[in-house]
């Protein structure tokens, strides 16, 4: 049943790609723009582009959280699923599970543009870099899911989730920076505490949804 959920979702929005193509495009001229501004190709340092590319990756999520649940509301696909003979708290994890690998798919084309645009050099840290990646898009969705969760049927929704998501997700933020900086440079020292920081985020949103969302559902 998980399966058949997280294959519902991604077959939904796969269907129309819009998703998809609006937070690519979003994300690429945001990366254009900002490196026109700063003259960025001749200058831009390994902090200035680590935290570009989370700035653009925070708003690609911001848009893919408030887009899926906008279809879930209209198509009534989260009504459906909450009537499924399963524990609910699958429903979040499917939830999660497809939110992030449209937002990976995004990203793809934003990291591309994050290296080409930029001109920033070939992380001296391959693996870490990847794992970055996918462990802060991972991040950013499990905590975007859970607090649209948290924002109800509210009218108001739209708005709320993106502005719950920056200061929730600012210990993760500063941590993914710092840890880009760290694939980026060779000169970053090591980054443990703010490895442990993100895997600390990735654990709690896996656990916490696990004994909260069925409440959270019939609030």
Not at 12 to 26: C, D, F, W
Not at 29 to 44: E, M, P, Q, R, T
Not at 139 to 161: N, W
Request: charged fraction near 10%.
């Amino acid at each position: 049943m998980f399966w058949t959920l997280v294959a519902k979702d991604l077959r939904t929005e796969l269907r129309g790609g819009r998703l998809i193509a609006s937070t690519l495009a979003l994300g690429v001229l945001l990366i254009l723009v900002v490196g026109i501004a700063l003259n960025a190709a001749s200058n831009l340092n390994p902090d200035w582009s680590a935290g570009l590319l989370w700035m653009v990756m925070f708003f690609a999520t911001s848009i893919g959280m408030t887009r899926n649940d906008v279809k879930e509301q209209e198509l009534g696909g989260g009504l459906g699923s909450l009537l499924a003979p399963i524990d609910r708290s699958l429903i979040f994890y499917a939830r999660w599970l497809s939110t992030w690998v449209i937002v990976s798919l995004s990203a793809v084309g934003m990291l591309l543009a994050f290296f080409v645009v930029l001109s920033v050099p070939a992380p001296v840290k391959p693996v870490s870099f990847f794992l970055v990646v996918i462990g802060g898009t991972l991040g950013l969705t499990g905590v975007g899911s859970f607090l649209g969760q948290l924002a109800g049927t509210s009218t108001l929704r739209d708005i709320l989730v993106p502005l719950m998501l920056f200061p929730t997700t600012i210990p993760l933020f500063i941590a993914l920076i710092r840890l880009t900086v760290i694939s980026l440079s060779p000169s970053a020292p090591g980054g443990y505490i703010w490895a442990e920081v993100l895997l600390g985020y990735l654990i709690l949103f896996a656990i916490m949804p696990f004994l909260l969302y069925e409440t959270m559902t019939e609030v």
